[in-house]
């Protein structure tokens, strides 16, 4: 087989093992997963496993780290939009419920758990949590600019309650638990309504004052 076709198969098997595992997780959790049912799911030899990946550790993060590069894509165009921040902010809550029947959420957990015990896996676990509050602080800075709010609600401490929160939520979500989730989201939406009306009052007395000059 030439190189091409060596690189072209190795490919497909890599991305066969990890749609496998993929589905796996979502399935039956990293618990239920070994090297031969993750092979039979691929349709693939399981000695395979770890001569691409070297260890089951290395293909559930892989899992993970793919599937996160998907929807960081999808979380920085819509938060680009040319959109007030509040709809931004309930096009991102509505995100969580795709991501929670996706199964991407329990992909996020489940790794989360499994690198308590392992360091290596911790570091890599963390550089996904990484890029989240990467995105979020980008996004967040420039609605508190615009708000007028950003001494007050510094983006370094905002960012990881609201991280913080939404993997709460998911969690108690996961195990059946919604008692006042949508009290404290209506109480947010209130409060984001407040600083919408308060920037645009503010763009509106600026607007006024530079009419008056001109």
Known sequence: M?????????????????????????????AGITTRTLASEAGVNSGLVHYYFGSMEEVLVQVLERFTDRLIKRQREMYGADVPFIKKWETAWGYQDEDLDSGYTKIWLELQALAWND???RE???????EWRGVLTEAFSRALADYGVADRFPPAALVPLVMT??????????????????????????WLEGLEAGA??????????EGKRS
């Open 2 to 30: 030439s190189p091409a076709g060596a690189s072209k198969k190795r490919v497909r098997t890599t991305d066969a093992l990890l749609d496998a595992a993929e589905r796996l997780l979502i399935e039956r959790g990293h």
């Open 119 to 121: 360091p290596d896996l």
């Open 124 to 130: 890599r676990v963390a550089r996904v949590d990484a």
């Open 165 to 190: 929160f939404a993997q709460g939520f998911a969690l108690e979500r996961l195990s059946g638990i919604t008692h006042g989730h949508q009290a404290l989201l209506d109480w947010i939406h209130g």
């Open 200 to 209: 645009s009052a503010r763009a509106q007395t600026r607007a006024a004052k």
